[in-house]
Structures are given as C-alpha cells and as structure tokens.
C-alpha cells in the first residue's frame, strides 16, 4: 500500500451531539473504526451508528472504554462484519462483557414494556461471539494494526472510567491523537489522565462534553465530596435515607468509596450503604483490576455494601426505607422503571428523605424533571403507572465530573499543538464554543454524523 499523509475521518455517530461516538478512519489504504456505541436517548436501530456508510469490512475497532455510549453496538458491527479485530485496555475487555450483557436485558425489557419491536439489536450469544474477537492491551503497549503493517497503535490512560484510554495511531506520515472520554481531576479511585509527551501529532480528535460549561463555580472533588457527606449526615440525623443515582461503570464505584470514606472520618454518621446489581457486578471488575487506580486509593470489600433486592417489589423499597440509609442505585439520570426511579418514587411521598444527583442529568429525563419539580408535582417513575405527588424538597445537584472542563481540554489542545483539531462528542453549544475560544491558529472542524473530513498532516 502506498503511504499518504493524509487521513479520511468519516463521522459515524457522535459528530455534532454526545452518543453513539463511531468514527471511521482510512489512513494508508487501511480502514480503523474508532469505538461502537449506541445513542441513549435514541431507541432501536436509531440508536445505532449510521453503519450503512461502511462500504468494507473495517481492519480494526478500537474500543476507547465501555460505557456503551462507546461500545454499545459492537455486537452488531461484529455481526456484520463477523472477523472484525477488536482491541481496547484489559479492564475494558472485562466491563465491556458486563455491559453488552446487560444492554441485551435491558433491551429485551423494553421490548415488552414499550413495545420496540426492533429489539433486542443483538442476543447474548452476538455478546459472546464478539467478545471472543476482543484483545486486550496494556497502557502504552505499542501494537501494530495490521500484523507486519506499518499503522502502529497504543492506549494510553484517560483518568475517565477503570479501563478508559486515549488512542494514538501513528501511520507512516501522519499520527492521530484521539482523547475519547478524558478526565483531568484526581478522583477517589482514578488518577487523572496522563498526556502524551514528546509526541508530535497531526491530529487530534477532541471530546467536547463540557464546551459550554463554565466550571469557575465548581467546586474542587474533595469539597465538593465534603459538602455532599455533610447533607447526607443531616438527611440522616432527621431519620431519613439518602438516595444517590448513579452511572453503573464509575459513578457507582466512586460513590461508594467516599461514602465509606466519610463514615470512616466520622463526617457521615454510621448507617448501612447500598449498592445495585450492575455497578456492584462491575465493582468486583475494579477489584480485579486495582492496580489500575490512583496509587493512593482505597478500595473498599465490596461486601462492606448490602444488596438492593427487587426494587420493583414495594415492599421491598419500604423495607429499604424503614430505617436510615444510604442507597447507590442506577440509572444516573433516573430513566423511568430503573432502580433510582423505583426507590424514588416511594421516597418523593415524605419529606425527611434526600435525594442527591452527582452526574449529569439530561433535561429529558425524569431525573431533571424531579430536580427541578415543584411541591405537589405530579411525576410517572414508572411507565404506564398513576402519576405520583412530589412531596420531598431536599432534592439536590452535586458536581462530580468525570469530564475535562473546557480549560482543560483547551490545555490539551494548546500542548500538542496539533495541525488539525477535531471537535465531537458534544452538544451544539459545546462545540461551538469550542471551535472559537479553544483553535486559533489551527485547522479545526466540526463534523456532523454523516460528513467526511479530509485531514492533511
């Protein structure tokens, strides 16, 4: 093949919006696929990359992290192209399996409660048989594409989620830098992420989740922990229970670290902790793979936290409630008929409860509806079930992001001093805001889904 400095970036999903990021590559007559992922506000084959654009089978996908806004549709391309190499972190091969799975039971559930009849968009056996095809690497393991090929490439830490990498692609004339999701801020568990040095690059692929966010007024992770353990303490002086909706991979593990944290410096009072199925079965994943987090992190036994049981029984959420406690449950954003939204729905009814949001809440959701209801609102928590009255008020945001702020990424940005910067995996705003403040004096570009983009080195 002949070498060119040139690279083709064809914008299979997550260019002018955050979803379903897919982004395929042709770069020295070869074809990369950079992550799969599905669109979690979209549903059935909607939710999906626009596939279609794909003329050939892919040489290689390269899975950033497992979130599934990322990895999500990997079982489908696999099906399509059934030889597809696959290669991401180590720890990603392991939670990436976790949440495929679970994808397909969620899938199959909405397939009967929503009546989607596209779905599931794969089986657990689609699972199985692209799992199979996945290597897994080792931060700054250089590896080649193509055996005996001249495309080099290497995952290095994001500081995003256990597993989580920046990809660099290195082709004979022009080196690619792609951030996927990155975060610059030492968390509880994961140390912050790692750039590159000494590495000249020609291209970088940026995310843009906060473009629009002014983050002057966040506070820094350890006060804002602090202010989250000290509302916790008063919910639960008062005989109430605390309720954290969380992201199964991260928030989940996070959370129920600095809550153990703060009842072990005596700054949460002692009351049991919760924690649900997926973000628990993912916790035994961190476990395995520890070395993987911040060298000074303290990773709790996962049977320090007790079960949630069946939360659409609710019996078993008023047990739950009967006594003080504080409960980690999915989803982050409260979807209706998931965990959060179940246990939510019986605690709304009193007042003595909290309910403390710590990730990103979209406007669409139920979970911003109920941050921002009024008393005596009536919110649905469950599809197809009587509206409830909202009665609780202690109903708060806290800030714990696992996203670079915009000055951050602008930092990125200025230190590679690449020749091309390429803006996705962010709203309107986001990326328009990035395009004018962050890339003077560079080639910038704001691909929508479905554009294609020339980059010279």
């Given at each position: 093949?002949?070498?060119?400095?040139?690279?083709?970036?064809?914008?299979?999903?997550?260019?002018?919006?955050?979803?379903?990021?897919?982004?395929?590559?042709?770069?020295?007559?070869?074809?990369?696929?950079?992550?799969?992922?599905?669109?979690?506000?979209?549903?059935?084959?909607?939710?999906?990359?626009?596939?279609?654009?794909?003329?050939?089978?892919?040489?290689?996908?390269?899975?950033?992290?497992?979130?599934?806004?990322?990895?999500?549709?990997?079982?489908?391309?696999?099906?399509?192209?059934?030889?597809?190499?696959?290669?991401?972190?180590?720890?990603?091969?392991?939670?990436?399996?976790?949440?495929?799975?679970?994808?397909?039971?969620?899938?199959?559930?909405?397939?009967?409660?929503?009546?989607?009849?596209?779905?599931?968009?794969?089986?657990?056996?689609?699972?199985?048989?692209?799992?199979?095809?996945?290597?897994?690497?080792?931060?700054?393991?250089?590896?080649?594409?193509?055996?005996?090929?001249?495309?080099?490439?290497?995952?290095?830490?994001?500081?995003?989620?256990?597993?989580?990498?920046?990809?660099?692609?290195?082709?004979?004339?022009?080196?690619?830098?792609?951030?996927?999701?990155?975060?610059?801020?030492?968390?509880?568990?994961?140390?912050?992420?790692?750039?590159?040095?000494?590495?000249?690059?020609?291209?970088?692929?940026?995310?843009?989740?906060?473009?629009?966010?002014?983050?002057?007024?966040?506070?820094?992770?350890?006060?804002?922990?602090?202010?989250?353990?000290?509302?916790?303490?008063?919910?639960?002086?008062?005989?109430?229970?605390?309720?954290?909706?969380?992201?199964?991979?991260?928030?989940?593990?996070?959370?129920?670290?600095?809550?153990?944290?703060?009842?072990?410096?005596?700054?949460?009072?002692?009351?049991?902790?919760?924690?649900?199925?997926?973000?628990?079965?993912?916790?035994?994943?961190?476990?395995?793979?520890?070395?993987?987090?911040?060298?000074?992190?303290?990773?709790?036994?996962?049977?320090?936290?007790?079960?949630?049981?069946?939360?659409?029984?609710?019996?078993?959420?008023?047990?739950?409630?009967?006594?003080?406690?504080?409960?980690?449950?999915?989803?982050?954003?409260?979807?209706?008929?998931?965990?959060?939204a179940m246990i939510a729905q019986e605690m709304v009814k009193r007042t003595h409860h909290g309910i403390f949001f710590v990730g990103y809440v979209d406007h669409e959701t139920l979970g911003y509806r109920l941050l921002h209801s009024e008393p005596g609102e009536l919110l649905e928590f469950s599809l197809g079930a009587p509206p409830v009255?909202?009665?609780?008020?202690?109903?708060?945001?806290?800030?714990?992001?696992?996203?670079?702020?915009?000055?951050?990424?602008?930092?990125?940005?200025?230190?590679?001093?690449?020749?091309?910067?390429?803006?996705?995996?962010?709203?309107?705003?986001?990326?328009?805001?990035?395009?004018?403040?962050?890339?003077?004096?560079?080639?910038?570009?704001?691909?929508?889904?479905?554009?294609?983009?020339?980059?010279?080195?």
């Open positions: 093949m002949n070498s060119s400095n040139s690279i083709t970036l064809n914008v299979l999903g997550g260019g002018g919006e955050v979803g379903a990021s897919c982004f395929h590559l042709v770069l020295d007559g070869y074809h990369v696929v950079l992550d799969s992922g599905t669109h979690p506000k979209k549903d059935g084959i909607e939710a999906l990359p626009e596939f279609r654009l794909l003329h050939r089978a892919p040489d290689a996908l390269l899975v950033s992290h497992a979130h599934v806004d990322h990895c999500g549709s990997v079982p489908y391309l696999v099906r399509q192209f059934p030889a597809l190499r696959i290669h991401s972190t180590l720890p990603t091969v392991r939670i990436m399996d976790r949440m495929l799975h679970n994808s397909v039971s969620v899938m199959e559930l909405l397939a009967r409660e929503r009546g989607i009849l596209e779905y599931p968009l794969y089986s657990h056996d689609d699972v199985n048989y692209a799992m199979g095809g996945v290597r897994g690497h080792n931060f700054e393991e250089t590896f080649p594409l193509v055996e005996g090929g001249p495309v080099e490439i290497s995952f290095h830490h994001a500081g995003h989620v256990l597993g989580s990498a920046s990809i660099l692609l290195k082709a004979p004339g022009h080196t690619l830098f792609y951030t996927g999701d990155i975060c610059e801020t030492d968390q509880e568990l994961m140390a912050g992420y790692s750039l590159l040095n000494n590495v000249h690059v020609d291209t970088l692929i940026i995310e843009s989740t906060h473009g629009s966010t002014d983050n002057s007024h966040v506070r820094p992770y350890p006060q804002e922990a602090l202010r989250l353990g000290h509302a916790i303490a008063e919910v639960l002086h008062q005989g109430g229970s605390v309720l954290i909706p969380s992201f199964a991979l991260g928030r989940t593990q996070e959370m129920l670290n600095i809550v153990a944290r703060l009842q072990e410096e005596g700054v949460i009072p002692e009351a049991p902790v919760f924690a649900s199925g997926l973000g628990r079965a993912i916790y035994e994943i961190y476990n395995r793979f520890e070395r993987y987090l911040h060298p000074d992190a303290t990773l709790r036994p996962l049977d320090q936290f007790g079960r949630i049981g069946n939360v659409w029984e609710r019996s078993v959420v008023r047990d739950l409630l009967a006594e003080p406690g504080i409960i980690i449950a999915t989803s982050g954003m409260m979807l209706e008929n998931t965990p959060s009255e909202v009665k609780l008020r202690n109903i708060q945001r806290f800030y714990f992001s696992a996203h670079a702020p915009r000055t951050s990424l602008r930092s990125v940005i200025e230190r590679l001093h690449p020749k091309n910067v390429v803006f996705v995996h962010g709203d309107p705003p986001a990326l328009a805001w990035m395009k004018e403040h962050t890339a003077n004096g560079y080639r910038t570009h704001v691909p929508m889904v479905g554009q294609s983009v020339v980059l010279e080195a």
